[in-house]
């Protein structure tokens, strides 16, 4: 199964959606896997709700041509989680772009919290090497605190501002609702 909820980051309540099973193939045993429910989910999605107006958020996992064009058909908004790992091409276009000077820096404080955020964005970069006609915006994120570093990196079909980058980050980082907030964890209780 592949689960989608509705999250907004200035939000506490999560609302689950249809979940989109991984079937079998005609005349196999082998499912036909994540990236197929995916299709079927957002079609769903946009054919129960065609004027929702919405940003899909996903990890790095989604980060792929053929999901983005998926998303793009229908109508929808996309906020990517990207890793340097699975996305070298991009990774290497963002340093290529930076020592050109095409790189947009950003730094927030929030000094009641003792954070300070961290931007670098860039815009139209291709997302890989094999798919060039493929373009997004890049988003990099550290939260830096006192005693830690913590770093994120997304792609957005969302033109990238300083005015609206730290929503976008939010956005991304909203994600993790889904995980904190639905999924109930169980522990044996002692004598059981």
């Not at 790992?85 to 009641?112: C, P």
């Not at 815009?123 to 006609?133: C, E, G, V």
């Amino acid at each position: 199964m592949l689960g989608a909820a509705i999250i907004h980051p200035d939000q506490r309540a999560v609302i689950p959606l249809m979940p989109a099973p991984s079937t079998n193939r005609d005349g196999t045993d082998k499912k036909d896997g994540e990236r197929h429910a995916a299709k079927r989910l957002v079609a769903q999605l946009r054919q129960e709700h065609p004027h929702l107006k919405v940003s899909v958020t996903e990890e790095s996992l989604s980060s792929h041509a053929p999901h983005i064009k998926t998303l793009h058909t229908h109508g929808l908004h996309s906020i990517l989680g990207v890793k340097e790992g699975d996305h070298a091409s991009l990774f290497q276009q963002g340093q290529a772009a930076e020592h050109a000077g095409r790189v947009t820096s950003y730094e927030r404080h929030d000094r009641a919290a003792g954070v300070v955020h961290r931007f670098r964005f860039l815009h139209d970069m291709p997302l890989n090497a094999a798919r060039t006609d493929v373009r997004v915006h890049c988003i990099e994120y550290w939260e830096v605190g006192d005693d830690k570093v913590q770093h994120f990196s997304w792609v957005t079909d969302l033109r990238v501002s300083k005015r609206n980058v730290y929503h976008l980050m939010r956005g991304g980082r909203a994600r993790w609702k889904i995980a904190n907030e639905t999924c109930m964890q169980y522990a044996e209780k002692p004598g059981r």
